[in-house]
Structure formats: C-alpha cells, structure tokens
C-alpha cells in the first residue's frame, strides 16, 4: 500500500465520544487527504493537506476536523462521533496536483 | 455530489471475455482515472488519462476518454478472476488534482 498505514483498522465507538484516525505515511508525499467510503456513494473526500499546516475541506467536512504537524501525519478527528459517521475511512497521498493517489489500507468505524 | 457514474453497477463475465466499464461525468476535468478495490482493501491505481488524451493503453487495460460526451470508458481485455473486483472512475475537475470526485463504482466479477 505504497508505504501509507492507518491506525486504527478497526474501531467501535460510542455516539458523543471523540475519536481519532491517523494516517502515517513514508513516501514524504506533499499530499495527504481523508475520505470516506459509503455504499452506493463510492468515496467522498473529508479534507486534505497539501503541506505542514496546510488543510483543506472537501465535500462532506462538517463535523470532521484535521491536523498535520509532520509531512508523514495527516490526522483525523472526529469530535463528537454520531451514527452517521460509521463508515470506512481511506487515508490517500500524493506527489503533486494532478497526480495518481496511493490509498491506505482503511479503518472501520461503527459508531453506536 | 458525484461527478462520475460508472455503469454498469454490476457486471459478470467469464473468464477470457472482455469487459468494459463507462464513467460519465458534468464538468469539465483535467483528467480521468481509473481505480480498483479488492474486497476489503484500499483502492488501487490503474490508469490516469488527461484531457488532451484520447485513448491510453496499460497491458491488458485500453481507457478512453470523450470530452465532448464527457465519458470514458475502460475495457479489460482477456479477463481473469483476478479481476474480480470494483472498478471506479475518479475525476478532477478544479485543475489543482486534489480533489478528485469518485463514481459509485461497477462491480465486476469474472467467473473461472
């Protein structure tokens, strides 16, 4: 998976908990971006980074934040999970702008 | 929103046949790209084609590219079930590559 894991693989957690989802990859890709992937909705980008510090929203962002300190972390945080939010969620980087994405290996969240 | 809507949703096939996969899509794109997901795992990348490109070619995989239709297709030739998987097109249509818009996917299996 072209150097890119994600912590945790699976993960059940309570509606109104916090909960993070890392991504850490070796590559030392520009890009790193967050989605989710949902039945009959292929993936849908949460956010993405295109640098330290650097972040930006996509199209379902609402109640997901981010953070990259480092080049090899892209973060994930959901601040107070709801049920909407079970889903399996698929860290992605890349080299440039219009470039392929490498995609991790997934996390599965069930939020009850 | 979804930009791209693969069709069929589902395919089966024998082994040695061909398959072909359409992707349409509304805006205008940078480029087309083609993914596949085993099941359970990340997606993996198959094929970019650019705007000015009309036809691309990666061993077995032969993607096209209409603008003027906005579609695409890719076609496996010589399937194997190895194949089996979920195909889906993933657009990028702001010109800054890091917002790529995925299908909902096609669903192929290729029966031994």
């Known amino acids: 998976d072209a150097g890119i894991t994600q912590s945790p693989r699976h993960k059940v957690t309570e509606t109104g908990t916090p909960v993070t989802l890392r991504c850490h990859q070796t590559e030392n890709h520009r890009y790193m971006y967050w989605y989710r992937q949902d039945p009959g909705h292929g993936l849908r980008l949460i956010h993405y980074?295109?640098?330290?510090?650097?972040?930006d929203k996509g199209e379902v962002s609402d109640g997901y934040s981010v953070s990259r300190s480092k080049t090899e972390d892209f973060l994930l945080t959901l601040e107070s999970a709801t049920s909407s939010q079970t889903s399996v969620y698929f860290c992605?980087?890349?080299?440039?702008?219009?470039?392929?994405?490498?995609f991790g290996p997934g996390t599965r969240l069930l939020v009850l | 929103s979804q930009q791209g809507e693969e069709d069929p949703q589902a395919l089966s096939i024998q082994e040695g046949e061909n398959a072909t996969m359409n992707c349409s899509y509304k805006?205008?794109?940078?480029?087309l790209q083609w993914y596949r997901q085993n099941s359970g795992r990340g997606l993996v990348h198959l094929i970019l084609?650019?705007?000015?490109?009309r036809e691309k070619h990666s061993g077995r995989l032969r993607v096209t590219l209409d603008t003027s239709k906005k579609s695409s297709s890719l076609l496996i030739t010589a399937s194997r079930a190895a194949d089996t998987a979920s195909y889906f097109c993933a657009t990028d249509a702001t010109g800054y590559g890091n917002k790529l818009v995925f299908g909902a996917g096609t669903i192929l299996r290729v029966k031994s």
């Open positions: 084609i650019r705007s000015n490109e």
């Open positions: 805006t205008s794109i940078n480029n």
């Open positions: 980074s295109y640098g330290v510090k650097d972040t």
């Open positions: 992605a980087i890349s080299d440039g702008a219009e470039e392929t994405q490498y």
